[in-house]
């Protein structure tokens, strides 16, 4: 039987060894915070978690490569916040997160969020990489704005020249939610149409709330469009279409990426057949790496990916590269890197930035609803002027 002093010795003991041999273990692992806001409740939640699960899956791969940071093995931990997908709302909590001591920004989802938010992040000098398609939100002069997706400016281009030269469209409608995304991208699919030789008929204007627009699809109606493109929500887009079909409205309905996706089938139910979306990018499947991260996904989620996880898990590793060829977390040593990034990711094998942060390569898909399912009908892939 050991004495009480020997006992004490040998415990002590033990425990300068365990120190010794796990300490420095923990005292060289430094958690690297990354902010996420995304509306993550109500009824655009689809969106916020999709967005999620790809920035999820890629900081948890980042933490299994024992990545060295300002000489410390970094542990990445997203901090995440619902902003609700309103903007008063996502100052609050771009604020929130800037007090969390975050080393970087991955969101806001909406551009009408991802705007007024850049400022409190671009004042606490952090790069932030948005899912925002709004023109705006990379023209304010900061180089601290990034995005994970084409532009509206690109895809609208692309809408516009599809209605007109795809579709044989000259007189085309134009309806939009108001917000910063729908607003915006209405906006450059006019420009197009107009440049492709076709004609704006109607312009006409919901929210991002309505579920009733009989009264402006009667007036567009009586205008004999060729084509119909709506700015917005597939929460919107599916009744729209819906009620189309019920005032017997032969015209197409064009719309872009948040159209594309299950919500819409289920809300326009059999009117959905015929109805296009564009989306940046090309399809999983055709993805640089997207059959990878489809598997991959499915692993860890035991789901479908839906369409902003890609993009999200691209942006998260868009960051941590910068990082890594920094070798630090320091916003303002990894921030040149990111500006000056050149990678190949899930989503393109030719992820690079302009001089505003806007994604060089260009690539829209446009699909359309086949048998109550969307198949894609078209993809356009070119370089952006510079």
């Known amino acids: ?96 997160i800037v ?124 205008k004999a469009p060729d084509a119909i493109f709506f700015g917005g929500l597939d929460a919107q887009s599916g009744p729209m279409r819906g009620q189309m079909a019920r005032l017997g409205i032969a015209a197409p309905l064009v719309s872009g990426e948040m159209t594309r996706s299950e919500t819409f089938l289920k809300l326009a139910r059999d009117a959905a057949n015929g109805t296009y979306a564009s989306l940046a990018g090309v399809p999983l499947t055709t993805m640089a790496s997207g059959e990878q991260f489809l598997k991959d996904y499915k692993a860890r989620f035991k789901a479908e990916p839906g369409v902003y996880s890609p993009y999200a898990y691209d942006g998260a590793w868009n960051m941590i590269t910068a990082m890594k060829e920094a070798g630090s977390s320091d916003p303002a040593k990894y921030l040149p890197k990111l500006a000056a990034l050149k990678r190949s990711g899930a989503t393109s094998k030719h992820i690079a930035y302009d001089a505003k942060g806007d994604l060089k390569e260009v690539a829209v898909t446009i699909y359309l609803v086949k048998d109550g399912k969307w198949t894609m009908f078209k993809s356009m892939v070119s370089q952006a002027a510079n």
């Not at 925002?132 to 990379?138: K, N, R």
């Open 1 to 96: 039987m050991l004495s009480t002093s020997r006992f004490k010795l040998l415990a002590t003991s033990a425990a300068l060894l365990a120190g010794f041999v796990f300490g420095p273990a923990h005292a060289d692992t430094e958690v690297v915070k990354l902010g996420f806001a995304a509306p993550l409740t109500g009824p655009q939640a689809h969106y916020g978690e999709d967005m999620k699960n790809g920035l999820t899956l890629a900081l948890e791969e980042a933490n299994k490569q024992n990545i060295q940071l300002d000489g410390k093995t970094a542990q990445f931990e997203l901090v995440s916040r619902d902003d609700q997908a309103d903007p008063r709302t996502a100052v609050q909590v771009a604020q929130q």
């Open 99 to 222: 007090d969390e001591g975050v080393k970087g920004v991955l969101g806001h989802f909406n551009s009408g969020t991802t705007i007024p938010a850049s400022r409190v992040y671009n004042d606490a000098g952090l790069p932030q990489i948005a899912m925002a398609t709004s023109p705006e939100y990379t023209q304010q002069g900061y180089d601290t704005t990034f995005r994970m997706m084409t532009s509206d400016t690109q895809q609208g281009a692309a809408d516009g020249e599809f209605i007109v030269k795809d579709l044989g469209a000259k007189k085309v409608a134009l309806i939009d939610d108001r917000t910063a995304y729908g607003q915006g991208l209405a906006d450059e699919v006019a420009k197009a149409v107009k440049a492709a030789g076709g004609e704006i008929i109607a312009r006409e204007y919901t929210t991002d709330k309505s579920t009733d627009f009989t009264a402006i699809l009667t007036n567009i109606k009586s």
